[in-house]
């Protein structure tokens, strides 16, 4: 069984730091791009940051460049997000996704093919 597992959510004031874990099991995603999407209450499911299967080539979404961080470890397929200087408006639940042609880079979450359940990240002021 295919399984995309985020953990590292929680509560951090405003200014903080979080990060995501997105652990993979059930096959290899090695030679998957991944992404990281978010959504918020009553918003659409909005894309956040994708990396390549080598880990070589990032994309971000405008409102996270230069705060969030997307990286990976083929060795421990796992994928993580570094989220600093968090804003209150980033509040949201936080999916890691896989999309099996790992060298192009989506921001579309419907190019994605396996998804996990979510993790909540709430800021608060």
């Known amino acids: 069984q295919v399984q995309l597992v985020e953990s590292g959510g929680g509560l951090v004031q405003a200014g903080g730091s979080l990060r995501l874990s997105c652990a993979a099991s059930?096959?290899?995603?090695?030679?998957?791009?991944m992404g990281w999407f978010r959504q918020a209450p009553g918003k659409e499911r909005e894309f956040v940051a994708a990396i390549s299967w080598s880990g070589g080539t990032t994309l971000y979404a405008d409102s996270v460049k230069g705060r969030f961080t997307i990286s990976r470890d083929n060795g421990k397929n796992t994928v993580y997000l570094q989220m600093n200087n968090l804003k209150l408006e980033d509040t949201a639940v936080y999916y890691c996704?896989?999309?099996?042609?790992?060298?192009?880079?989506?921001?579309?979450?419907?190019?994605?093919?396996?998804w996990g359940q979510g993790t909540q990240v709430t800021v608060s002021s």
């Open positions: 059930g096959r290899s995603f090695r030679s998957d791009a």
């Open positions: 996704a896989a999309e099996l042609d790992g060298s192009i880079l989506y921001r579309s979450k419907n190019r994605y093919d396996y």
